[in-house]
């Protein structure tokens, strides 16, 4: 098979079109990705003189501080995979797997606390659950609670809000994998004799392991990379924030570069655990002809309203943080009380008259970005799955070194990689607004490549070599067998990278020129001046707009397919 | 190349402003600032701007403001390698302008010799504070100190008096109650660190230091996050200046109040041009402006000082300006009053990486041993 897929690329039979293709992939990838990450490795590298030397390594490694740090960032990176896992799976099963009141409602709930704009989720979860915040001010004076119980100022805090953040990704990652596993299988192994545990152990977990990988994946690297969460609750000493918080002050270079140090660091550490979660997946031929429809069972009465119970607990946390935003988005002066006092539009009246920019601009850069990583990374996942062409490899490794590194060094690398004049039209390319949908695109080219990769595993290799004996070429092999077997992936993939685009506030916060602004960049610097009512007020437009879009791809979906959830 | 060549055309339109008044009257219809002063001070600044502009040269300006923190906008601008995205640098300390200015990243100002010289050399005793650059790269705008916020209803709750100086929050009853951002984050707390480290000298300054780290509940990611949790109730005093959005507050409605111990370091917001900047006449007339009755007027309005003894903060009843007076515990000129300085700020420079080292050996990486001391 293997022989088949090299002969075909080498033979013949492929075209120009594909070939060109495929280089146009690589200079997109050598000149968007490899050539502004080798600016960070030098600079990581390099002293203050521009000399080669392992000193800000040694510098790291001999720092209690930062091991500390790592560390720390390793075991809440574990921690937050374990609780989501938890969670994310139990509502994925449920979803998937049974029958009970409002389904369909829970389902679209559970993707809600996905669209929770980072820094606007964890301002949410402080108006709630802080020191001063709503129920620790109803525990002061209707319990006489002397001093407040810390929720949020801590690992706890940073926990929480990831944890209540992303299990929804785990969700639709498990739901993916779930919804192609054919019944059949499970069936035979009940006829078998095997049930229960032991029919999930043999049959449904080693099935649905791509999906739970690329999943934990996500949920780890994305913890790993967060910085702002545990900036807003106080806690610094995590790889990721020392990394920003180094790079942002640029005044002490020393300090600086150690930013880029840890940067650099980051992304080490990240392609070990991409690479080790890789090789999991791909070890094994997950293979299915064909999408289950999957039959419901009806839960028993008590059992459907203990899982009622549980979703309903379970949206009731995740939709605090929006409440929270609400509330400070209309709120007057709110402090120490549970909730405002006054209450005022002028929030939003002061934001409106910025936003009608910000809004366009987030769609049509973040569309733009979109259309970017589905036309390099479709194809990019497909020659990874598919075929045994040289450098696939380097390519997967190039899409794991983008998910790891923070958008920050992204956004410096950029800056410095791309901050001179293009020769012919004597502008620098960090003057130019299209910057950004490029460092978003490639920002999310993971997700795109890493949904439609996992989705492609499902596919049988047989259907296309069958279109192939045939005498269709690859492209029309993709376009008429492929494309349509894995598009639900391939769409999953697309509104993780829209809507992480459009709620992206690190990478584009150090190129943004004025009247690029983004909705979060907005927020970012209402929050910055510390106007966290204006920035809570621009949260609520963004949570719509992700809300609306969400709402939009699920009805077009659901015409087709019956909706993301099967 | 771009270094020699635009602040050449820029002294040639200077030039030719001199020889034609009229011709020199136009500027640019745009102007971008990049600051760490707060958007209530910047919005209404860049907005009477546009206005006086239309007024004057008949010309509508867009304006717009890249909000970064002193850092990050010295650092931004040192990247941009003398091909700046912004014309304006406003805020932080002088001694980043002399910095850039050293590096050549700034225009020399050439501003009317009256304008230059209605603004004091200098403020304070014993350690002068410089409101201007005598080279003339950057100039001061208005004063405002680097104090202390605090929060009277959590005082309250809290059963203490509120805070008149920096020892105050030492109280063993604000343990977990303070807000600071780390000297290595923050320009503004840095200076506030070298405040205390100079006026009790090096051994004693660590130890208060260090029990202050002992009172602390959170560090912020910036300076101007410390009056945002303590407006909010989230903790009940810490470091603070006004426009960076301490007086912003306020306005929202929020409960918080603003102190300047006697031995506060004033900062003159000083302002400069970008070396570079595609805007450089447009750049002049804003700083122009600043420095007028005008914006002196529509700055005093905004919890900050004028730069110059002839304004006093003055307001009818209930205005805003005499809201900013109580704000600030009633002060309407830095010129009324003597100002005590002991902060030295090339003393400070000098040791800036030492100080940073010093903090994260002593403090940052043991913030939870001090807490349960």
Redesign the interface.
């Known amino acids: 098979m293997a022989q088949t897929a090299a002969i075909v690329i080498r033979g013949p039979r492929t075209p120009a079109s594909a070939m060109i293709g495929f280089g146009l992939i690589w200079a997109f990838l050598i000149l968007f990705v490899l050539y502004p990450l080798t600016r960070i490795f030098y600079d990581a590298f390099a002293n203050e003189a521009g000399r080669l030397t392992l000193a800000n390594f040694h510098e790291f490694f001999t720092d209690?501080?930062y091991l500390?740090s790592l560390w720390n960032s390793l075991v809440l990176g574990v921690a937050t995979v374990i609780t989501t896992s938890v969670i994310g799976i139990a509502v994925a099963f449920l979803i998937i797997r049974y029958e009970f009141p409002w389904r369909n409602l829970f389902s679209y709930l559970a993707m809600l606390p996905m669209i929770l704009p980072p820094l606007v989720g964890v301002l949410g979860f402080?108006?709630i659950l802080?020191?001063?915040g709503t129920v620790n001010v109803l525990l002061m004076d209707w319990f006489g609670l002397q001093?407040p119980i810390n929720f949020m100022?801590g690992m706890q805090g940073v926990l929480l809000v990831e944890t209540l953040h992303l299990f929804p990704f785990m969700t639709l990652s498990i739901l993916d994998s779930l919804s192609k596993v054919d019944p059949s299988l499970e069936e035979a192994a009940q006829v078998m004799g095997a049930n229960g545990w032991r029919r999930f152990r043999d049959v449904t977990l080693p099935l649905t392991t791509p999906g739970y990988v690329s999943g934990a994946l996500l949920v780890f690297i994305w913890t790993f990379a967060d910085f702002v969460t545990p900036?807003?609750?106080?806690v610094?000493d995590l790889l990721a924030v020392q990394a920003y918080?180094n790079i942002?002050?640029?005044?002490?270079r020393?300090?600086?570069r150690m930013g880029i140090v840890i940067s650099a660091l980051l992304v080490v550490l990240a392609i070990v655990f991409v690479l080790v979660a890789r090789h999991y997946v791909a070890i094994k031929d997950y293979s299915s002809l064909a999408y289950s429809r999957v039959e419901r069972r009806r839960l028993g009465p008590v059992a459907r309203w203990l899982a009622v119970g549980f979703l309903a607990l379970l949206m009731f946390a995740s939709l605090l943080p929006q409440a929270g935003v609400v509330l400070a988005a209309v709120g007057?002066?709110?402090?120490?009380t549970a909730l405002p006092v006054?209450y005022t539009l002028d929030h939003f009246r002061q934001v409106s008259l910025e936003t009608p920019r910000f809004i366009v601009n987030s769609l049509l850069y973040s569309g733009l970005a979109v259309l970017i990583c589905l036309a390099i990374g479709v194809p990019m996942a497909w020659i990874m799955a598919r075929t045994r062409t040289p450098g696939r490899g380097a390519m997967d490794a190039l899409t794991t070194l983008i998910l790891a590194i923070p958008g920050t060094a992204i956004g410096i690398a950029y800056?410095?990689a791309f901050?001179f004049p293009l020769p012919g039209i004597d502008v620098?390319l960090?003057?130019m607004w299209i910057i950004l949908p490029l460092v978003l695109a490639v920002r999310r080219l993971p997700y795109t490549v890493r949904s439609s990769y996992s989705s492609l595993l499902l596919v049988h290799k047989s259907m296309e070599e069958a279109a192939e004996n045939v005498g269709a070429g690859k492209l029309i092999t993709f376009r008429d067998i492929t494309a349509p077997l894995v598009w639900k992936g391939i769409l999953v993939g697309a509104i993780f990278s829209f809507i992480m685009s459009i709620q992206e506030a690190s990478a584009t916060l150090?190129l943004t020129?004025?009247?690029w602004e983004m909705i979060p960049f907005g927020i970012f610097?209402?929050y910055?001046?510390?106007?966290?009512?204006q920035a809570a007020a621009l949260g609520v437009i963004l949570i719509v707009l992700c809300a609306a879009s969400l709402y939009v791809v699920n009805r077009v979906a659901g015409a087709r397919v019956g909706g993301l959830f099967g | 190349m771009i270094r020699t060549s635009k602040p050449s055309a820029f002294v040639l339109t200077t030039l030719l402003a001199a020889a034609a008044p009229v011709a020199a009257q136009q500027i640019e219809n745009e102007l971008v600032l990049i600051t760490p002063v707060a958007r209530t001070l910047t919005d209404p600044a860049l907005a009477e701007f546009a206005k006086y502009a239309r007024e004057k040269w008949n010309v509508n300006v867009k304006t717009s403001a890249l909000a970064a923190g002193t850092p990050v906008a010295y650092g931004r601008i040192v990247e941009w390698k003398g091909r700046p995205e912004a014309d304006i640098f406003w805020g932080g300390e002088s001694a980043l302008f002399d910095k850039l200015a050293e590096q050549k990243l700034l225009a020399k100002l050439e501003l009317p010799k009256s304008v230059v010289d209605s603004i004091p050399d200098s403020i304070g005793k014993p350690k002068p504070i410089p409101l201007k650059d005598p080279k003339g790269y950057w100039i001061g705008t208005v004063l405002e100190p680097y104090g202390l916020v605090y929060h009277p209803r959590l005082y309250q709750r809290l059963g203490i008096e509120p805070p008149k100086d920096w020892d105050d929050l030492l109280n063993p009853k604000l343990k977990g109650n303070v807000a600071q951002c780390a000297p290595t984050r923050s320009s503004s707390s840095h200076a506030t660190y070298e405040v205390i480290l100079q006026r009790d000298g090096d051994e004693k300054g660590w130890a208060w230091l260090k029990r202050l780290g002992g009172n602390t509940g959170i560090f912020t990611a910036r300076s101007r996050d410390v009056p945002a949790v303590v407006a909010r109730g989230e903790f009940a005093a810490g470091f603070a200046v006004p426009s960076y959005m301490a007086f912003e507050d306020r306005l929202a409605g929020h409960d918080i109040k603003f102190v300047a111990p006697k031995t506060a370091w004033i900062t003159p917001e000083p302002i400069g041009i970008l070396a570079g900047s595609k805007r450089p006449r447009a750049a002049l007339a804003f700083i122009e402006f600043m420095l007028s009755e005008r914006g002196q007027n529509m700055a005093m309005e905004r919890g900050v000082f004028p730069i110059t003894p002839k304004y006093r903060v003055q307001g009818k009843p209930g205005s805003q300006a005499e809201m900013a007076v109580e704000f600030t515990g009633g002060l309407r000129s830095y010129f009324d009053v003597d100002v005590t300085n002991i902060y030295d700020d090339d003393k400070a420079q000098a040791r800036y990486e030492q100080v940073n080292s010093q903090f994260r050996k002593e403090i940052e990486s043991v913030a939870e041993e001090l807490k349960r001391k």
Do not use: C, E, N
């Not at chain 1, 942002?248 to 002490?252: C, G, I």
């Open positions: 209690r501080y500390r402080v108006f802080g020191r001063a001093t100022y900036l807003v609750v106080g610094q918080l942002v002050q640029f005044v002490d020393r300090i600086f007057k002066g709110w402090s120490l006054h800056i410095r901050h620098a960090t003057s150090f020129l004025g009247g610097t209402y910055i001046a510390g106007s966290h009512s």
